[in-house]
């Protein structure tokens, strides 16, 4: 959680449970893709929005976020 929160507040928005499971579900396509930077910043995108972010996080806070999901939640992909 912290490491979202120091990219971004609004990324877990007092739900972080929520957070979590977004990250999990990205390391389904961190696993079937890991070399497709492209792919899985698009799958960030979409996985990890917000009220106020409805269309995700833009390109720079969403390589952050998938670099962190990678760091803590699925290192081993």
């Known amino acids: 959680m912290d490491a ?11 739900k972080e ?3 979590v499971d977004r990250g999990r579900d990205l ?3 961190v696993k ?15 996985r990890f ?3 106020n972010h409805p269309d ?7 390589k952050r976020i998938l670099a962190a999901t990678r760091k803590y939640i699925c290192p081993s992909y």
């Open 4 to 14: 979202l929160i120091k990219i971004d507040r609004d990324i877990v928005h007092n």
């Open 17 to 19: 449970e929520k957070a």
């Open 27 to 29: 390391c389904s396509a």
């Open 56 to 62: 995700g996080f833009g390109e720079a806070k969403s």
């Open 49 to 51: 929005t917000s009220p």
């Open 32 to 46: 079937s893709t890991p070399g497709d930077e492209k792919k899985l910043v698009d799958a960030t995108l979409q």
